[in-house]
């Protein structure tokens, strides 16, 4: 038991110790063998086969942002899992959605949402935007060497920034470099695509309703061109995980919502396979 | 070196034991109420930013009497438990109970510790269940033992007393508001038996809400939310500042349920 590492049984000192208000922090010092960046991997030959997850897409609105993921995990060729869920809650006003290697990616967001919370519990404060953003970073860059082993995680972390009042979000590459992004940004692989869509289908000045539409529009267009992302599946009733954060915090938008506009895509792209048309000039 | 004085064993932790229960006594103290929908805790507290009542996981959360210093390294402690053990296994699997015999050992530890200095506090680790049966309290005085508590308990300076007041008068299923009554009359009782006033900024309040939708069950209960609730009893005895708030409908007795929470 890992509080029983001095035979008495006390709490030990690493615990009592003032400082750090990290949970990073404090497993580093406590139980390093427990932070997922300190395991040491066998040399690899040739590419491993794991299970990935895809696209994921986000935009800001007026009021807001929204983060989105389609459901797909692949092995290869192989569909790992057709109901992923991408998309966490990272804290009340904010959401990470995860591209990349998927057991280490759930991992990493356990991590973040449990550092955001320690901090807030031990602080009687939350972290501000940037500051979350930041923690992220330096988890990233934990993952470094299993990243460039070919085991790359690669978020999208957005959320309300209470202070500013606005929705804000942030990319980041598997070093850790993070930039904030102006309206508009996705990763993964099928991520071409679904910024393409919404390079043409986003304007600022949309409504929650209609940027989630536009969200879906880009996350539909990722899977008709990238075989790993998967697009609303109507038959299975498995639709993009669709997240809003508001100044009333993080929403998780439920099946009943997400579905008809899912449905609305799928039968507006029955008229027009391409999907809606922006004017040339 | 010189032969130290022979000190009998007895003699020494009654010792210890004196020197924490003093420092203790010197501090205002903190109530622990079951109340239909969890527990709310109350303390004497003027301070806004040095709490005696925290968090520590989803359903748990500790309050604290003594010495600021000591009791905030324990919880601090109490929290990196609860969260590595919950990163280790499930968050249900943080109980109150282990976080409890963890402190108790600690504190068991240092206070018969010869080169330490005992702890001069006394915590209480509660545990909000599905229903009010499941609900767990402790008290953890500051010699390592563990108390199991039930309805209604008091640590700090005057606990005997008020402890003995809530006994009289605590009863199962109390609405939020009448708790919060019951708490902040026994905390009126001074050691000479007279009536002292507390009004809602000496207050800290917070509660273990069951009812609460999200996974994390700890409120602190502030500002217009505290004030409201207190005004909601008429009050009978002494009559505080909530006497001239507007009674338009609170005056109708008891209310069946507890005003609802602004979750933020």
Redesign the interface.
Known sequence: M??NSRS????PA???T?GSSS?WD??GE??PE?LPGNRTLPPLKGAVELPHGTTIVSAVFDGGVILAGDRRATMGNVIAQRDMEKVFPAD?YSAVGIAGTAGLAVEMV??FQ?EL??YE??E?ATLSLEGKANRLSTMIRGNLGMALQGLAVVPIFAGYDTDRGRGRIFSYDVTGGRSEEKGFAATGSGSVYARSTLKKLYRSDLTERQMVTAVVQAIYDAAEEDSATGGPDLIRQVFPIVTVMTDEGFRLLPDSEVGPIAREVVDARRERPDGPQAPVL | MSTPFYVSPQQAMADRAEYARKGIARGRSVVVLQYADGIVFVAENPSR?L?KV???YDRIAFAAVGKYNEF???R??G???A??????YDRDDVTARGLAN??A??L???FSSVGEKPYEVELIVAEVGAGPEDDQIYRLPHDGSIVDEHGAVAVGGNSDQIGSYLDQRHRDGMTLAEALELAVESLKRDTNGSDRQITAEQLEVAVLDRTRPQQ?KFKRILGSQLSRLLATEPAESSGAAEESAPSSDSSDGPAPTAPPLDD?
Do not use: C, M, W
Request: proline content about 2%; charged content about 25%; overall charge negative.
């Open positions: 890992e509080t008495t049984g006390r709490l690493a615990f009592l003032p949970f404090f497993l406590h139980a427990q009340e356990k991590l449990l919370e320690h519990k031990i009687g | 930013a709490h925290s968090e520590i905030e390294n324990l601090i402690g929290v990196r438990y969260d590595l053990r919950g990163y280790t963890v402190y050992q600690t068991g530890t240092i994390r933020e």
